[in-house]
């Protein structure tokens, strides 16, 4: 896997773009599974993605869940000479950091770990940071360094060293997290590595986009604007929804078979490549996967016969005016000898448009005009 990091890590700017591939590894799903452990971690952590969108005054520190399916990962390089890690990039969170070699939870161990000693240009800092996971956390010190991605330095950016870690990111395919969210969500106190790549003038636009592939390889992270050749058609343009700092939009409503199942008068949802499936609000979800003939498992799941997924309706999303047909090529999820949609509940009233919605369409995140784009995904 690291010769194919290395390999993919070859990446060349066009026209100042930026591509960083993305691999998309094993789930910690299937690792538990290898391993005979899922059901037990299943039990032992809760799945809540919506918690860390819950308003600031609701929490002291940045939440995430335990999801077992979350595979997408990119390279950088950390520190001079560089200390090469793999990290998901969430648009749901603002803020980097890598397990530290000072870490001595046994999660750390199964990822690489930052030594700032071995960095001639790391600079510590005397703030710690702390990020809550509802069912764990990762806490640690803060520092500034060189961070590497592709052949672009950023320089005196800030990261966290993960100290201590919730046991379930022993099992998730990437070390850490790069946050791809607005600002003022940064818990380390500082500015965001792409605000600095863009104040820097490192980029020729103010924005980012993603195209996730359902293969091993293939996807890419784009910074600086956006490639046609991940895309059919055009683009279609959302205003952000009210002035927040994640990637909200407004639903107008989900329908199959031209019948309204979900977000009936309007829904907020958020854009977030940190969750691996389409949540909602379990009546709406509840109702979705009921036109999808799906039963629910004990972990609240739904599951649907595989034999007859591909005579399964499209669950279609209309936003802004334009609607974006999610085929059940695209919501059925295939774990194991099980098949289950992609539409799973949450405790708190959110709508998240994650990995499952991305997958299908490519997708702008343009911060100088307030907007998210879709486009149909090749």
Aim: hydrophobic share 35%; charged share 15%.
């Amino acid at each position: 896997m690291k010769s194919a990091l290395v390999l993919l890590a070859f990446v060349a700017v066009t026209q100042g773009i930026l591509r960083i591939p993305l691999m998309r590894g094993k789930s910690a799903r299937q690792q538990l599974e290898e391993r005979g452990l899922y059901h037990e971690y299943r039990s032992k952590f809760p799945y809540n993605p919506a918690a860390k969108f819950l308003p600031r005054k609701e929490q002291s520190v940045v939440p995430m869940t335990f999801d077992p399916y979350t595979t997408y990962y990119g390279e950088i390089g950390i520190g001079t000479p560089p200390q090469f890690f793999k990290v998901l990039f969430d648009t749901g969170s603002s803020d980097l950091w890598v397990p530290s070699v000072s870490c001595t939870s046994p999660a750390c161990g199964r990822h690489v770990k930052f030594s700032s000693s071995a960095s001639s240009t790391f600079q510590p800092s005397t703030k710690t940071f702390y990020i809550s996971y509802i069912s764990g956390y990762a806490a640690g010190s803060t520092g500034y360094d060189h961070i590497k991605i592709s052949n672009l330095v950023v320089q005196h950016q800030v990261f966290g060293q993960a100290e201590r870690e919730a046991d379930f990111l022993a099992y998730v395919p990437w070390d850490g997290i790069l946050g791809l969210a607005f600002p003022g969500l940064s818990h380390e106190g500082d500015t965001p590595i792409f605000d600095n790549l863009w104040n820097q003038g490192k980029l020729p636009q103010n924005m980012f986009s993603m195209y996730l592939s359902s293969s091993v390889e293939g996807s890419m992270l784009i910074l600086g604007g956006t490639d046609s050749s991940y895309y059919t058609g055009s683009i279609k343009w959302i205003p952000l929804y009210q002035a927040t700092n994640f990637w909200n939009i407004q639903i107008t409503s989900i329908t199959i078979n031209g019948n309204t199942v979900a977000c009936s008068g309007s829904c907020v949802a958020t854009v977030d490549s940190g969750t691996s499936f389409i949540v909602g609000p379990e009546k709406d979800i509840n109702n979705i996967n009921g036109w999808l003939g799906g039963f629910t498992d004990q972990y609240h799941e739904a599951l649907v016969s595989c034999s007859t997924t591909h005579l399964l309706p499209d669950v279609v999303f209309n936003i802004n005016g334009y609607s974006f047909n999610l085929p059940p090529s695209a919501f059925i999820v295939k774990a194991a000898s099980e098949c289950r949609t992609g539409f799973s509940s949450a405790q708190d009233p959110t709508w998240i448009l994650g990995e499952v919605f991305m997958r299908q369409f490519y997708s702008v995140f343009d911060i100088s005009n307030n907007r998210v784009g879709f486009a149909q995904a090749v």
